[in-house]
RNA sequence: GAGAGCGUAGCUCAGUCGGUAGAGCAAAGGACUUUUAAUCCUUGGGUCGAGGGUUCAAGUCCCUCCGCUCUCACCA
């Protein structure tokens, strides 16, 4: 994925870590003891209060803080500019000379050699550099003192700049509030945006306000948080300090955004269904259960948003969907979180063809506005997103990876017993679509849109026209994950009904999708246009499109245990 | 659910054959007016995930448990 260049400080890392040799002490309480009655950690020593030293150092602080009349946590701060336009007035800092013509100042970013802007000014006689006076506020990233210059990293959400505090520059006031600083703080800045000697754009500081004081230390300032467990339980540190963490959910929120731009195109409009659900229709999936005290009535949290959009279809939503939460009761894997988030829409009088289309417009879409190409990294793995998608046939597939007809039943049902599967008493069209999972979903690299399944295994779909046994449906593809999940819709309620009580031998209640909701059916027979319909897992897509291999990494807060 | 790996300072990580627990960052005190992973001097930080066992001696070997990661299985 593409990361933007204002993030200098993550271009940093992957260098040597200097080592130093220190000399054990033994006598070090003696001298310890022997210093000023300011020593911080004397005080906190005897403290007793059980925070951490960095805790308690930090409270300390913020003591300091208040007794100088300011208010630890701050407060609004208007007109301040982001980070990211205040790097783009760069070209706004220049040279004035002693007979006031302003000229522009080296080009310190696009230099091969470092420039020695010490030298450069001498070099322009008499005058000074000018630029514009800036407000911006952020986090403190990295601290460091030189004398009685304070040089700060700070970070807002679009990016890191530098601020120099320097005494004299701001009042004495400011500077003593600046020996306070934490890593980790918020503050705001008043100043004027230059170079320093070495090029670097820097806010000169001409005022400090005090935003926020952190009591928690930082993870360690190059690494960033490692532990994966950590990163997932304190997401807010994880977005603080590792760049691509809070890079992914903005790009997450981009794509939705996508999203939700294209289907408006098309005159889609977007509702909310029920979440809580008395029959968990719509999917093959357990649900997770729960009771409606008032009604003494059992619940189930959604598994998909399918049959009441459908309903809305009826009621003359013509072109409808919903994005939002589904839950499902079952395994966590880096491709499974119990919630998850889900598109499903409709669209009258068309079909899954319409669907083929409009999922290609909505991933292309989604990609153009990451800002990346279409030939995607993912891991190891190397994704072509160049239109148009590949599309090919469930049975020309099966023929190609299993050299069998889809219609040979008997021979299947031997290669699926070869394949160490269990064939007894299931129908023909399990067992195939078990093979089929076998032997040819994980090689499809894609994206590549499967077409024409089975009809038995699709108790919601319409059949094709003349050929009753294959059912108008693609799944999409990409290495092996299926992406989306479509259907031109069958709307024909008594074959709906039938659809519903016919349970196929083999496959466990839960893992059906003939689950039989009579208010459904009773809606189809009010009438529901032919139309397509297409179902996306919105957290697989925003994993290929950022490059991320885990679930977890793309939703904020997955599902953890308890602290212990 | 099965298998493998991991768990050491606030964070990131070393720890050899079982023999006194290590580093960097962070923290505390100090120096430095253009640094930038600043640098330099000084200092304090550990129930080695928990419990048990073997041993003169366990971070290290064995057992049980807890947690995390990965792979596989179910699932989208």
Request: charged letters at 25%.
């Amino acid at each position: 994925m593409v990361f933007h260049h204002f993030f200098l400080q993550s271009a940093l890392d992957g260098g040597q870590r200097p080592v130093k040799f220190k000399p054990a002490s033994f006598c070090s309480l003696e001298k310890h003891q022997l210093n000023n009655s300011s020593n911080m950690a004397d005080s906190l020593d005897q403290d007793n209060t059980g925070l951490g030293v960095h805790q308690a150092a930090r409270l300390e602080k913020l003591k300091k803080i208040e007794a100088l009349g300011l208010d630890p946590w701050g407060a609004r701060f208007d007109d301040r500019t982001f980070v990211k336009p205040v790097r783009e007035m760069a070209a706004q800092v220049k040279f004035r000379k002693e007979d006031g013509s302003e000229i522009e100042l080296p080009d310190f970013d696009g230099a091969a050699e470092p420039i020695d802007y010490k030298a450069w000014k001498a070099s322009q006689g008499a005058g000074e550099e000018i630029g514009p006076v800036v407000r911006v506020a952020g986090r403190i990233m990295l601290l460091r003192t030189a004398g009685k210059l304070y040089f700060l990293n700070i970070r807002d959400w679009t990016g890191d700049i530098q601020i120099l505090l320097a005494k004299g520059q701001v009042s004495d006031a400011d500077f003593d509030l600046a020996k306070l600083l934490d890593f980790g703080d918020l503050v705001g800045i008043d100043g004027r945006l230059g170079r320093t000697n070495t090029g670097e754009l820097t806010v000169f500081a001409t005022k400090l306000h005090f935003m926020t004081k952190t009591l928690e230390p930082p993870p360690e300032k190059h690494a960033g948080l490692q532990d994966a467990e950590l990163r997932q339980r304190m997401r807010y540190v994880d977005l603080t300090y590792n760049v691509s963490s809070l890079q992914t959910f903005l790009n997450r929120t981009k794509i939705i955004h996508s999203i939700r731009a294209t289907l408006a195109k098309h005159q889609f409009v977007e509702v909310e269904g029920p979440t809580l659900h008395t029959i968990a229709g719509g999917a093959a999936a357990r649900p997770f259960t729960t009771h409606h005290n008032a009604l003494d009535m059992k619940l189930f949290l959604r598994i998909a948003l399918e049959l009441h959009l459908k309903r809305l279809l009826v009621g003359g939503i013509e072109r409808v969907y919903e994005m939002g939460r589904v839950y499902r009761n079952e395994g966590i894997s880096p491709k499974h979180n119990p919630e998850f988030t889900m598109i499903e829409l409709y669209w009258a009088y068309a079909n899954y063809e319409t669907m083929m289309d409009l999922t290609q417009q909505i991933i292309v879409e989604a990609i153009e506005a990451t800002g990346q190409g279409y030939q995607l990294k993912w891991g190891d793995l190397d994704i072509d997103f160049t239109p148009p998608f590949q599309r090919r046939t469930y049975s020309d597939l099966f023929e190609e990876h299993t050299g069998l007809k889809v219609t040979d039943a008997e021979g299947i049902a031997q290669l699926a017993r070869k394949l160490g599967l269990d064939t007894n008493g299931k129908h023909p069209d399990v067992i195939k679509s078990e093979v089929f999972e076998e032997k040819v979903e994980d090689s499809l690299i894609g994206p590549i849109f499967v077409t024409d399944y089975p009809a038995s295994i699709c108790p919601l779909t319409k059949r094709k026209a003349g050929n009753p046994d294959i059912a108008e449906r693609f799944e999409l593809f990409i290495h092996g994950m299926e992406l989306a999940n479509s259907y031109t819709e069958l709307n024909d309620p008594i074959l709906q009904e039938e659809l519903f009580k016919t349970q196929l031998d083999g496959m466990a209640e839960e893992d059906s999708m003939a689950k039989m909701d009579t208010d459904f059916v009773r809606a189809l027979r009010y009438g529901m246009p032919p139309a397509g319909g297409l179902g996306i897992g919105i957290d697989r897509l925003i994993m290929l499109l950022t490059n991320s291999r885990s679930i977890r990494d793309v939703v904020l807060f997955p599902l953890m245990r308890h602290e212990s």
